[in-house]
């Protein structure tokens, strides 16, 4: 497992804490973080803040009691000072990162991997769209937030499995069997009009040409209970089918497909609903079952079962969340479209009600994605039913910079996806700029081997930095757990792009200021292929996480 940088420092001012003030060092918060500013020294703390309220001083004087009494437990030539009203900054020597600098050379492939979730099972449940038409760009939005969300869990050392959520029973599917019925005699020459709230999108014509292929035009003499059975069954694979290939095309996998009408046929919504019922959450009023989610803060109660004795889709999804219960999980979470957003407060209510943790689930919300086009809306494609289908994404800009701009903003908020700009190679492009870097470390790696070099096995030599940009890019560096750590706590894959930005824009400076292969120099020159192969290890071990290639060349 990979170190915490400032974890090391922590275990520090926590041994002063314990000193100095012992009936607060067990419940004090406070951060230790990288600065930004040379003048602001290496790290910063905010804990004389945190202890101001506690013992009714300034931050300064507290700062300045603790800037005495850590000064003497530090390691030779760490300075402290105290900075405004009371932050405390450290400054450390260039040999304060060797051993995290080594770490990183050492790990390689599994540096940034940490254990803070001790192996908890944890579900990560995403895009799940109803297999009644092709994934739109939105779908690749949650595609891939779920997928990297995912990829950092594991990585900061939960047990997690990826699922989608196949709904395949109900209404919905019903009508999709009928619209495909209506397709396939359309293409036999009938006359024949999709039903109210049927499915328009001209892929079904595909469906049912691929349909007629391989059933022949004898389908519409089947008896009429078995033939709808046969146009739900065949449109749902088919439409699935395509869903998994853009998917997978778009580095997205799942480790479950859990079919809604499953719950049914084991008899786990009944199951469920017992549940409720033993709980003493339920009521009947009009004929129906009700759920009173009111009691935890929903608007209105929510009908489980209706009148003529049907249950209804939040009792499906109710089944569906206790089954993941049932199964292990200890925390499960649905990654849902913005159009989900009023169904979070019945969700929850009905979690509690069946008598579940109140950190069993988490709910992510994806914002809607507007594409833009010489910086006008992308008009819709009335083909595929009025909307852009992700496929048409992938096809245009790649599915590395999909991912990268989907992923490179918080997914509560609104993205305007510009394809002109994400088309460009130039450092203008945030996916290039990345990507970049990591292949001009793999060119002076190939310029090393011509020189007889090795540069995946540098000669070992102590850190002295010969100027800020190569101290800056190694700190950088070995701050990786760290934005792994805060990005699984917090759950957003952003902070990953934004710290890879970081370190690119470190590593750009350090290359276009310094000359790394100095034959006049090779103390130098090994010192500056270790940076060159610590920086190479974080930029591929994060783009990783956001499913995105680490290229040799561009």
């Not at 050379?105 to 092709?134: D, M, W």
């Not at 990826?162 to 293409?187: F, P």
């Not at 710290?499 to 310094?514: E, K, R, S």
């Not at 790394?516 to 071990?541: F, G, H, K, Q």
Request: glycine share 6%; hydrophobic share 35%; proline share 4%.
């Amino acid at each position: 497992m990979s170190r915490l940088i400032t974890e090391h420092i922590r275990k520090i001012i926590n041994s002063v804490l314990c000193q100095v003030y012992p009936e607060w060092a067990e419940e004090i918060s406070y951060t230790v973080d990288p600065t930004r500013e040379r003048k602001h020294g290496d790290f910063a703390t905010n804990l004389a803040f945190t202890l101001s309220k506690k013992l009714r001083k300034s931050p300064h004087q507290i700062a300045e009691e603790l800037v005495r009494e850590l000064s003497k437990v530090f390691e030779e030539h760490t300075r402290l000072e105290v900075a405004g009203r009371g932050f405390i900054n450290v400054f450390v020597e260039d040999n304060f990162f060797e051993p995290f600098l080594e770490e990183v050379l050492q790990e390689g492939n599994e540096y940034g991997k940490i254990g803070i979730g001790n192996g908890e099972r944890v579900q990560v449940e995403f895009v799940s769209v109803n297999p009644t038409g092709p994934l739109h760009v939105g779908h690749g939005k949650c595609a891939a937030f779920g997928d990297s969300l995912a990829k950092v869990l594991k990585c900061a050392g939960y047990n997690v499995e990826k699922e989608y959520y196949i709904n395949d029973a109900g209404t919905q599917i019903d009508m999709l069997g009928m619209s495909l019925e209506v397709r396939y005699r359309e293409l036999l020459g009938m006359q024949a009009e999709i039903p109210s709230g049927g499915y328009y999108g001209d892929y079904l014509i595909d469906v049912a040409r691929t349909l007629l292929t391989e059933k022949g035009d004898a389908l519409l003499e089947i008896p009429e209970e078995e033939r709808n059975a046969l146009f739900r069954q065949y449109a749902v694979e088919k439409i699935l089918s395509s869903i998994r290939k853009d998917l997978e095309d778009f580095r997205v996998t799942f480790d479950n497909w859990f079919s809604e009408r499953t719950l049914y046929d084991n008899g786990e919504v009944e199951g469920a609903l017992e549940r409720l019922r033993e709980q003493r959450h339920t009521f009947e009023k009009d004929g129906a079952l009700w759920l009173e989610t009111t009691r935890w803060g929903d608007d209105k109660d929510r009908v489980l079962v209706r009148e003529n004795g049907s249950p209804t889709y939040f009792t499906s999804d109710i089944a569906y969340h206790w089954n993941k219960w049932k199964r292990g999980f200890k925390r499960v979470i649905d990654v849902w479209g913005a159009d989900h957003h009023g169904y979070i407060p019945r969700m929850r209510a009905s979690m509690h009600a069946l008598g579940l943790p109140e950190n069993f689930l988490d709910i992510y919300i994806v914002q809607f994605v507007t594409l833009l086009r010489k910086g006008q809306p992308e008009r819709m494609s009335t083909r595929q039913g009025e909307f852009v289908p992700l496929r048409n994404l992938i096809d245009e800009v790649g599915t590395d910079v999909a991912r990268y701009y989907f992923l490179m903003r918080d997914p509560a908020t609104h993205l305007e996806f510009d394809i002109e700009e994400a088309k460009k190679h130039s450092m203008d492009n945030p996916v290039y700029y990345v990507q970049y870097a990591h292949a001009r470390i793999a060119s002076v790696f190939r310029e090393a081997r011509k020189k007889g070099l090795d540069p995946e096995a540098p000669a070992a030599v102590q850190c002295v930095f010969r100027g800020e940009l190569e101290k800056e890019l190694v700190k950088k560096t070995v701050y990786y757990p760290e934005i792994v750590r805060k990005s699984a706590q917090q759950g957003q894959p952003y902070m990953i792009c934004n710290y890879l930005h970081d370190v690119a824009g470190a590593f750009h400076a350090f290359y276009n200021h310094h000359r790394i292969l100095d034959e006049s120099d090779p103390e130098l020159t090994a010192s500056r292929v270790r940076y060159c192969l610590a920086t190479r290890t974080v930029l591929r071990n994060g783009l990783s996480l956001l499913g995105i290639t680490a290229p040799q060349t561009m």
